[in-house]
């Protein structure tokens, strides 16, 4: 039991530490009611700072705002602090962005849901203080709310606790908008623009304070009706089925890699397959006789070359006669094959169909890819409707058709909830160097399948 002191403490029960820290543990708790709350016991060394504490519990308790988790009590007892909140039965927002790619309107409700939140905790004097993905929690309504606010941090410096806040905030919507959809918009589409506002705080390009406000201007205005409804209604739907549904882990298949090619006939072959010896003794016998043939046609060529006007200069053909060396030297000319000049054919990686998969699509989003350059494309996977949320995976094969070599990248991971038709999502694989390439999306579950291939380079031969 936690200690006396609080009318709202004493009744609880503790069921078990979550974390613990220097200066301080959190539980899960249950009250009367059955409900589940979260608890914070608080012992900081300082006697400063725990009368800091004490004094603002009350002032948690009585704070509200729609995008924070309420606390409901406070109070101390034998030097130690305790804080109890709801517990936000959503879905923290790291899992989200684990299984899903967002669409800008989401990424937009996100935003001005962890942006309204840290303002009213800035404007009140309080602070967040841990500020992450893993404080932001997405609730069953499509709701945004912070969570374990104002429980850590420097609480003799307040300045210095909302940049630290800020600082958090750029860095969690730089992490949002990586796992945004890029479906290619117009420029003066209004999604682009919160597109770009994630993306500069992503890249932290300017002040902290004035990227925040970008990016709440932004997905001020992309949540214009019905865009914020509607938001809120999917978010709302994949929250629930992601406590609904038991998301099974990404088990790849195996995909099959093209076989090398097989090398050209005027390859040289290896010493050990040239001079390796013959078990038979008649194969000695052979083989030293095709060597004597072999030194005396050497020493023929050589003494054709220090003699210019030598039969030998018959090999060379003249116009309108064939290579064929003299009647009666015993020697055959080579037949050369011909270097290949002209691109390879793209290997075929795996079906374009397999299994819950009905077909895959790649599209480059900046018109042409080129090699040794960065190429922005969104991988369509179709499926047919399951009963239960598939994890759909995918990597990029880069073939290089002059070498026929090829790498594979990294690509996405979705999930798939039950009864959908498809999912997709926006990557930038970086391709090698190289003269002629082709890129190819395929999947590795829930079952092996490959997209067409998207050309880069020019269309000259090799």
């Known amino acids: 039991m936690p200690p006396e002191g609080s009318a709202g403490l004493s009744a609880l029960v503790l069921v078990h530490r979550r974390s613990r820290w220097a200066t301080g543990e959190r539980w899960t708790a249950r009250d009367p009611a059955g409900r589940t709350l979260d608890v914070w016991r608080l012992t900081p060394e300082e006697d400063a700072r725990r009368r800091q504490w004490i004094e603002l519990a009350p002032e948690l308790v009585r704070f509200r705002h729609p995008n924070l988790v309420p606390v409901v009590a406070g109070g101390e007892r034998d030097g130690a602090t305790w804080i109890v909140s709801e517990a936000d039965g959503g879905c ?151 406590d609904r549904d038991s998301l099974p882990r990404p088990t790849p298949a195996q995909v099959p890699v093209p076989a090398a090619p097989p090398p050209p006939r005027h390859a040289l072959r290896s010493p050990a397959a040239v001079w390796a010896p013959a078990p038979h003794p008649a194969r000695w016998v052979a083989g030293g006789l095709a060597l004597l043939v072999i030194v005396a046609a050497a020493g023929a060529l050589l003494v054709a070359a220090r003699n210019p006007h030598s039969a030998a200069v018959a090999i060379v053909p003249r116009p309108g006669r064939s290579a064929s060396p003299p009647p009666g030297t015993g020697l055959r000319a080579p037949t050369p094959s011909p270097l290949p000049t002209g691109p390879r054919q793209v290997p075929t990686l795996a079906p374009a169909a397999a299994g819950p998969i009905t077909g895959i699509e790649i599209q480059p989003l900046e018109g042409s890819c080129q090699p040794n350059a960065t190429c922005p494309v969104q991988v369509t996977v179709r499926l047919a409707p399951q009963p239960s949320a598939e994890q759909v995976t995918w990597s990029f094969h880069v073939f290089d058709r002059c070498t026929g070599t090829t790498n594979v990248l990294p690509g996405t991971s979705v999930t798939a909830l039950a009864g959908w038709a498809y999912v997709y999502g926006t990557s930038w694989p970086e391709l090698s160097a190289g003269h002629l390439l082709a890129l190819v999306a395929v999947t590795e579950s829930p079952a092996a399948a490959a997209s067409p291939a998207v050309l880069a380079g020019g269309s000259s031969p090799c």
């Open 92 to 242: 923290p927002l790291r899992r989200l962005l684990v299984v899903a790619t967002l669409t800008p309107e989401q990424a937009a409700l996100i935003t001005a849901g962890v942006l309204g939140g840290l303002r009213a905790l800035h404007q009140a004097g309080l602070w967040h203080g841990g500020l992450d993905d893993r404080t932001v929690h997405v609730g069953e309504t499509g709701q945004v709310r912070l969570g374990a606010w104002s429980l850590r941090g420097d609480m003799r410096d307040p300045e210095a606790r909302r940049s630290a806040d800020r600082e958090a905030a750029v860095r969690l919507l730089g992490r949002l908008g990586r796992s945004t959809r890029r479906p290619g918009r117009r420029p003066a589409d209004r999604a682009s623009v919160i597109l770009r506002a994630l993306e500069a705080c992503g890249a932290e390009a300017g002040e902290m304070a004035v990227l925040l406000d970008e990016a709440g201007q932004a997905a001020a205005a992309v949540l214009r009706e019905p865009a914020g409804e509607r938001a809120a209604g999917e978010l709302a739907a994949l929250v629930g089925m992601l």
